[in-house]
């Protein structure tokens, strides 16, 4: 009798105490959603609530025009407003996923008659769903290491500020849904493989599905949970639970993944899946080993070994021979330039310039890391040992994670994205495990605590069978140790929830030695050393959010001594365009104000950010670096109205077009072979002053840029190259300046109409002119390259 | 018009002996240099074959019969690389790859235009050997690789260098300049195959002898791979390697560290900027990012089995500090480097 009812006292109070736990942890990851969603804020707190940059505009348009005309028709959509005058056919060539999601939301919001603008709906999707990634980040964590470690990593990657950098608000890109679909669809893997459900694994299917739907880094998924599949099989970790978590992942997740348009055949046809399909054959003649194992007594086996591992090893060279044909048949042996370079770093560098020269895809430098990640750098390998004691499958995924994600984060900074999640659960395992067992030092020696102790020693009975994988059932042992000292703000709140598991290694090893602790002021100093490193990782991604990611780009701010200048010229010459223009005139610029003229004028453009078509862009390039006359011939073919260039040299903004031109020049070469880049440049330099070749003052972009510009301070001071331009006063002859911005940003010109031939004026004053330029004009069509 | 033709015609007759004479004397020149030129390219393709990879080996004495001696224009452009075997030794000036670059250049010029044989040549002149020649070409550092044309007099004024952009894309660019330079086109660089076909057929039957073994011993369970030490010790090398920026020194190749330009005596390991960083000082960022996290993991997972209690002091005392070392180091130079000033938004006013 009394055993029992002190062992129900004990249940009771147990259930009592999960219970608690359980209420707490939901308001943790409740507060830290809010971290995650309003530290994103700054963009709109210190700017406006605005779309940024170049690519979130064409999402923002996109969308616009899903809310409008519905899903039918954007699948169908066929754009003529860009790429005049082929047009792109949109639906088969995005990833749709971003636009479907806020199309849903905004769809989902107004049928609840909350009238919010699609605007709003974009800007905020992205810190919408950094909530939802922290969230998908305790769920993983939770099942590789408990809910102490979940909780952590939930809170580091709220505030990641690598993470930031693509999900602050008006941030509307495909990263933006894209990681939290990745963290969710490795959750799921991980669920699956721990309780060998097959309902988890049509989930992780349907994830993997959506992923793939968001972002093209889906094949980092498909690539990494295969290797992860042939890791377990080569250490002899293959069970039922595994081939329930890869099988229907490879079947499902390809069926699904050939459902979107811009992957179609893709997803069986490129070497990025072959690994998924390799490992799937891995998978099923291990499982029929072991099957046969399972009938057949040790001595049948034997002599069957021998058997299935010839018909086996037939079969993979059989299929290796296929795979190889398949790819030694496409071109650049079925792998992207861009996945090529991960596997050879060294590839992109020697041998495709235009992604080497993409800043995004260059390597990072130690500060990166430290600017991206910040202290978790230190922590990590704190976690990757804790993964390793003990081995678990789900830890030995996200240790396969970390270092994949670490070694690609090496070879493209853009990667650092993928790292950042990983780093967190690593970082939130490493800090939660050294918070455990400091404040067990300081709780046990303090207050000399048996009582906790006796209760731990019941706990772990019921703890002892749960078995080595079962990462997701350790959480009933948490809140054990719990203290509860009055604590105010919300970050000492975490850290508490930090401490509340307990590994059941050490539960374990504490049955046996009792007490594992430190010596009591080392830990306390240990403590408070980990707690201003925490309070330094968050005044450092708050800084980083504030200072360093909030920049929209479409509205600049600088701060001088009289105060904070704000520079709104984009919008005020995209504003322009759609009020003064017509709805069907055509605008050229260069192709990276593409997205926005489109989005935000409304106006056909003839390039834009989606640079799929060489030759269209390097027409556009080479009608920018001839003269005046060609480049209106080129225009005038390519029916353009207006002319839109981006000055900076005003007031000092670098990324104008004059920086860009060296790359309009190189690519117009490219193709049309008469633009050649040693006339634009002197002595290899390249320069716009008085030493500037004739053909770089004659081109159009400078006449474009520079126009007038002499009227300004009367010397013509270039503020972005630092010296006097070349030629100061000239008139256009082909093209009229129909409107300049307040700070000469962006300015707008007019293609003029063809002169009349007046046969009274061509005789009156210049018969010799006139007869030449005609002539000329027959001889330049000719070049004209459009013709 | 009429006029001043009748005049000429006149003009002409009269000096019609006088150009009949020079017009032989013309030809007759014209022979006997055609004759020396095709004797000198038959002699240069001849030096050509000898050599394996189609580069000929010039000394003072040969530059003389070929380039100095000869009467402009010549029938061939000769590529020269100057060479020193002295500076061997100097891994950044690249001498020895760039010349295995330049017989690629050489015998793929060979194989892929036998109809312009004897147009072009490919030589290499070495400096202890033929240092007047050195002279005469003004070359005073290396590498060095120079186009003599058909016209060239001088060697020194009228030759052309290569410069250095055209060959740091190795034979290919120097190919593309030979192109601009000569119009000849070179074709595609053939490079010898990193693996021979035998040693291809060898490798690929020792793979299949090797694997079912390997099968075999992934059944049991005893492979290195079985070992969880190896997989820790991977992935943190692995972590290492890659915060450090290695992968960035590679793709860069940069050097470990600088000479400072001021005093060539001292060293510069630390580059200021955040772009670039030198090889020294990625490996030492990197082990100070790892460090500080083993040192956690020990002290969390190893010193708490500890039963001596001074020692655990001990051993705990020395982690925090040179944690906490690592961290402020790491925190100062990355402000130094990258010049950010993060900063806490305390409130000023409540």
Redesign the interface.
């Known amino acids: 009798m009394w055993p029992s009812m002190a062992a129900g006292e004990k249940a009771s109070g147990t259930t009592l105490r999960n219970a608690f736990g359980n209420v707490l942890s939901f308001f943790i990851l409740l507060l830290i959603g809010v971290l995650a969603f309003s530290i994103r804020l700054f963009s709109v707190i210190k700017y406006e609530s605005v779309i940024h940059e170049f690519d979130p505009y064409f999402n923002y348009r996109v969308t616009q025009f899903l809310t409008k005309n519905g899903i039918y028709d954007f699948w169908n959509w066929f754009d003529d407003r860009t790429w005049y005058p082929l047009g792109r056919v949109i639906g088969g060539t995005v990833y749709p996923g971003l636009t479907l999601t806020a199309g849903t939301i905004w769809w989902l919001l107004n049928s609840l008659n909350i009238p919010l603008s699609v605007e709003t709906v974009c800007v905020f999707t992205a810190p919408i769903f950094s909530a939802f990634a922290s969230w998908a980040t305790y769920l993983l964590t939770k099942e590789v290491k408990g809910t102490g470690a979940g909780l952590t990593a939930a809170a580091l990657l709220a505030m990641v500020p690598s993470y930031i950098s693509r999900s602050v608000a008006g941030s509307y890109d495909n990263e933006a849904v894209a990681i939290f679909a990745l963290i969710f669809t490795f959750y799921l893997y991980i669920k699956t493989l721990n309780t060998g459900s097959l309902f988890y694994a049509t989930l992780n299917a349907i994830a993997y599905f959506y992923m793939v739907c968001s972002w093209g880094g889906y094949t980092f998924i498909i690539n990494l949970i295969p290797m992860h599949v042939l890791l377990c099989i080569v250490t002899g970790r293959y069970s039922s639970r595994l081939y329930i978590a890869y099988a229907p992942l490879v079947v499902l997740g390809t069926l699904l993944a050939a459902l979107v348009p811009v992957v179609g055949f893709n997803a069986v046809m490129t070497s990025e899946h072959f690994a998924s399909f390799l490992v799937f054959i891995v998978i099923h003649v291990v499982a029929l080993v072991y099957y046969i194992k399972g009938i057949l007594s040790a001595k049948m086996f034997k002599v069957a070994v021998t058997l299935v591992v010839s018909v086996g090893l037939v079969v993979c060279v059989a299929a290796l021979a296929v795979l190889v044909a398949l790819v030694a048949s496409s071109p650049t042996k079925g792998w992207s330039g861009r996945s090529l370079s991960l596997l050879d770093p060294t590839y992109a560098s020697k041998y495709i310039p235009i992604i080497a020269s993409v800043s995004e895809h260059q390597p990072p430098t130690w500060p990166s890391y430290f600017t991206d990640i910040n202290v978790l750098a230190f922590l990590v390998p704190a976690g990757i040992i804790s993964c390793f004691l003990p081995l678990s499958d789900a830890s030995s995924f996200v240790v396969l994670y970390i270092v994949t994600s670490v070694y690609f984060s090496g070879v493209m900074v853009r990667l650092m994205l993928v790292l950042a999640p990983a780093a967190c659960i690593m970082s939130g395992i490493a800090l939660s495990q050294s918070f455990d067992v400091f404040t067990r030092s300081i709780k046990f020696q303090l207050f000399g605590v048996p009582g906790g102790f006796k209760v731990d020693a019941g706990e772990t009975s019921s703890d002892s069978s749960v078995t080595e994988n079962d990462g997701a059932k350790r959480d009933k042992s948490e809140d054990i140790l719990k203290e509860r000292p009055s604590r105010k703000n919300k970050k000492k709140e975490k850290e508490q929830a930090e401490k509340n598991p307990v590994e059941k290694t050490s539960i374990k090893s504490k049955k046996e030695k009792k007490l594992l602790v430190l010596p009591l002021e080392v830990s306390l100093i240990a403590l408070i050393l980990l707690v201003f490193l925490g309070a330094f990782y968050v005044v450092h991604c708050v800084w980083a959010a504030a200072e360093a990611y909030s920049a929209p780009s479409i509205v600049l701010t600088s701060y001088s001594p009289s105060g904070l200048h704000v520079f709104d010229d984009f919008r005020e010459a995209y504003g322009w365009l759609s009020h003064n223009t017509d709805v069907d005139d055509k605008v050229a610029s260069w192709w990276d104000y593409g997205y926005q003229t489109t989005a935000m004028a409304n106006r056909t453009v003839i390039v834009d950010n989606n640079t799929w078509n060489n030759t269209h862009i390097a027409t556009v390039g080479t009608a920018m670096s001839s003269p005046e006359k060609e480049a209106w011939e080129i225009f005038n073919s390519l029916d353009v109205k207006y002319v839109l260039v981006v000055f900076g040299g005003l007031v000092g903004y670098p990324s104008d077009d004059i920086n860009k031109f060296l790359w309009m020049v190189r690519i117009g070469g490219g193709v049309f072979p008469h633009i050649k880049e040693p006339d634009y440049l002197r002595d290899g330099q390249y320069r716009i002053d008085s030493m500037a070749t004739p053909t770089m003052l004659n081109c159009l972009m400078y006449k474009l840029s520079y126009y007038r510009f002499v009227e300004t301070d009367g010397k013509g001071f270039d503020r972005v190259r630092g010296t006097e331009i070349g030629k100061k006063n000239f008139k256009l002859t082909h093209f009229e300046e129909v409107f300049t911005t307040h700070h000469w940003m962006v300015r707008i010109y007019k293609l003029k109409p063809r002169k009349n031939r007046i046969r009274g004026k061509t005789k009156k004053s210049k018969t010799k002119s006139s007869s030449t330029t005609s002539s000329k004009r027959s001889v330049v069509s000719k070049k004209n390259p459009w013709n | 018009m009429t006029i001043h033709h009748s005049g000429k015609m006149a003009m002409s007759l009269k000096s019609n002996h006088l150009i009949i004479l020079s017009a032989i004397l013309t030809v007759l020149i014209s022979i006997a240099t055609a004759n020396s030129h095709s004797d000198l390219v038959s002699e240069l393709l001849s030096l050509q074959s000898q050599s394996t990879s189609g580069v000929i080996h010039l000394n003072d004495h040969l530059i003389s019969r070929f380039l100095t001696s000869t009467k402009t224009p010549r029938p061939y452009s000769i590529l020269i690389f100057f060479d020193a075997h002295q500076l061997h030794s100097k891994p950044e000036l690249h001498l020895q790859d760039l010349h295995n670059e330049f017989s690629l250049l050489a015998s793929s010029f060979v194989t892929n235009n036998p109809s312009d044989h004897g147009k072009l040549f490919f030589c290499d002149i070495e400096f202890k050997e033929s240092q007047s020649s050195f002279g005469m070409f003004g070359v005073n550092s290396l590498p060095h690789i120079r186009l003599v044309g058909p016209d060239a007099k001088s060697l020194k004024d009228d030759s052309i260098q290569m410069d250095q952009g055209d060959f740091s894309r190795m034979a290919e660019s120097m190919a593309d300049f030979v192109q601009s330079r000569t119009k000849l086109s070179v074709g595609p660089i053939h490079r010898p195959p990193l693996l021979s076909k035998k040693q291809i057929g060898l490798i690929v039957l020792i793979i299949l002898i090797w694997?079912?073994f390997a099968?075999?011993k992934?059944?049991a369970?005893e492979t290195l791979?079985?070992d969880?030490k190896i997989?820790?010790l991977?992935?943190?090398f692995?972590?290492?390697?890659?915060?450090?920026?290695?992968?960035?020194n590679?793709?860069?190749k940069v050097p470990m560290f600088l000479v400072d330009r001021n005093d060539p005596n001292k060293l510069v390991f630390f580059y200021q900027g955040?772009?670039?960083?030198l090889g020294a000082?990625?490996f030492a960022?990197?082990s100070l990012?790892?460090i500080?996290?083993?040192l956690?993991?020990l002290?969390?997972?190893v010193?708490?089995?500890v039963k001596n209690?001074t020692a655990?002091?001990v051993v705990?005392?020395f982690a925090?500090l040179v944690?906490?070392w690592?961290?402020r180091k790491?925190?100062y130079l990355?402000n130094w480097?990258?010049g950010?000033g993060?900063?806490?938004?305390w409130p000023s006013i409540w």
């Open positions: 694997l079912p099968i075999k992934i059944i369970g791979l079985h969880r997989w820790l991977g992935s943190v692995v972590y290492f390697f890659s915060v450090s920026g290695a992968m960035h590679i793709i860069r955040s772009g670039m960083q000082e990625g960022i990197g990012y790892t500080v996290g083993l956690l993991a002290v969390t997972n010193l708490v089995k209690v655990q002091r705990m005392i925090l944690s906490f690592a961290v790491v925190i990355d480097k990258t950010y993060v900063h806490g938004y």
